[in-house]
């Protein structure tokens, strides 16, 4: 099971960084993504990793101010987030998925792992 944590209480133009451990000895042959869900909204793409960490994805929101990695001797990926916004509020939840074109990388039904989300609220 994948566990995510680093959520927290921010103000705007404030940072966190999230993480995800995945257990197991094939973390490296995941992409690993990154999916967020606001209260009354629908789950949302934020960040994607390939296997290696070369190709990296993000949606258009959060260019610029977010950054995935992965370390995949720890078996973990992070998301650090920067210059946070009131509407970066939501749950966030960390994903893994084996194979998919990457056009479907922000696709949250192509993912077939997922971790209990971790909260982060922004405050104006």
């Known amino acids: 099971q994948l566990q995510a944590s680093g959520g927290g209480l921010v103000q705007a133009g404030g940072s966190l960084r999230l993480s995800c451990v995945a257990p197991g000895r094939t973390f490296s042959s995941y992409y690993m993504g990154w999916f967020r869900q606001a209260p009354g909204k629908e789950r949302e793409f934020v960040a994607a990793i390939g296997w290696s960490g070369g190709s990296t994805y993000y949606a258009d929101s959060v260019k610029g101010r977010f950054t995935i990695s992965r370390d995949n001797a720890k078996n973990t990926v992070y998301l650090q987030m920067n210059s946070l916004k009131p509407e970066d509020t939501a749950d966030y939840y960390c994903?893994?998925?084996?194979?998919?074109?990457?056009?479907?990388?922000?696709?949250?039904?192509?993912?077939?792992?997922w971790g209990q989300g971790t909260q982060v609220t922004v405050s104006s």
């Open positions: 994903a893994a998925r084996r194979l998919g074109s990457p056009s479907t990388v922000p696709s949250p039904s192509t993912y077939a792992y």
